[in-house]
């Protein structure tokens, strides 16, 4: 959902608002007046929907289900009191997803957009084999990354807690910030720079007031898939995690040796609604944002 979310903004931003051309309205009414007509591609694509939609339906309504099993029997909201009275484990194994997951994709950000600048701006040396390593994380299995931390975390003796956890998580959401930055430098028009100098802004003015503007499409889509990546991942928080730094899929995983408990349901639906709703206000919210820019 958080995907969506990145997506969504990054639409907004980036123009998609804007005064289309008059080829561009031709073609947008021509493809409606055969959009009643059956194809093989809208098929794929209900089909495609429903596959990746329908679990999320199943866990809204077994999350109203009284019975532990698969069968539903009645509507009940035994888990939801469940959950918010009698999970505090589950609450700090969240607490703690959240905050990796934040603090991590802020700093990626910071260094992911730095990073990016530098690569597009500047010439130097090594600079084809910065950008390789840095894509290093997104090809690499995460098996791979994990114990590599771990080896490297016992290696200067740093204890395995939830700052482990934080630096493993801003490692590999960097390269996904850098690309998606990067992606937006492609199409910078740098005239505006030229313009800007030209005007008598400063070097910190320009980037402050012009260039970070510009990309910051780029910049919040690279934010929220830094968050998602750092919110779902288990493997490699298995490996750099250590006492008092459970997260949400840690405490689920330790969950399926005794059964997984109708609460996670109830948490799930909580998530995906709080997830919709900011998808839904940041859709209408930067709406304006985007025309002014």
């Known amino acids: 959902m958080a995907r969506n979310l990145g997506m969504l903004i990054h639409d907004a931003l980036s123009g998609k608002n804007r005064p289309r051309s008059e080829n561009a309205r031709h073609a947008k009414r021509a493809w409606r007046r055969h959009g009643h007509k059956f194809s093989f591609s809208k098929l794929v694509l209900w089909l495609t929907i429903i596959f990746l939609f329908l679990p999320l339906f199943v866990i809204i309504v077994y999350s109203f289900n009284a019975s532990k099993g698969a069968e539903f029997t009645k509507v009940s909201l035994n888990w939801y009191k469940e959950l918010f009275f009698n999970s505090k484990a589950l609450w700090q194994a969240l607490l703690n997803s959240i905050l990796v997951a934040f603090s991590s994709a ?11 600048i530098g690569v597009n701006w500047y010439k130097f040396k090594g600079k084809k084999f910065i950008q390789t390593l840095t894509y290093l994380p997104m090809v690499l299995p995460e098996v791979i990354i994990g114990i590599s931390m771990v080896i490297f975390f016992s290696g200067i003796h740093l204890p395995l807690g939830l700052f482990t956890v934080f630096a493993a998580h801003t490692t590999f959401c ?5 690309l998606m ?3 937006r430098l492609d199409e910078f028009d740098f005239s505006i720079v030229e313009a800007a100098h030209d005007l008598g802004a400063t070097e910190k003015q320009t980037m402050f007031k012009v260039v970070v503007p510009a990309i910051m499409p780029g910049i919040l889509s690279g934010f ?6 750092s919110l779902e ?4 928080t298995f490996f750099v995690s250590g006492p008092g730094s459970t997260t949400l899929p840690l405490y689920v995983y330790s969950m399926i040796r005794f059964g997984v408990s109708p609460v996670i349901n ?11 709703s900011i998808a839904f206000l940041c859709r209408k919210g930067l709406k304006g944002f985007a025309a002014g820019h």
């Open 181 to 183: 930055v990067n992606a």
């Open 266 to 276: 109830s948490l799930s639906v909580i998530m995906i609604i709080f997830t919709c």
């Open 106 to 116: 802020l700093v990626s950000t910071v260094l992911g957009t730095m990073a990016s």
């Open 224 to 229: 929220l898939m830094a968050v998602t990546m």
């Open 174 to 178: 960097l390269p996904f910030v850098f």
């Open 233 to 236: 991942d288990f493997v490699i």
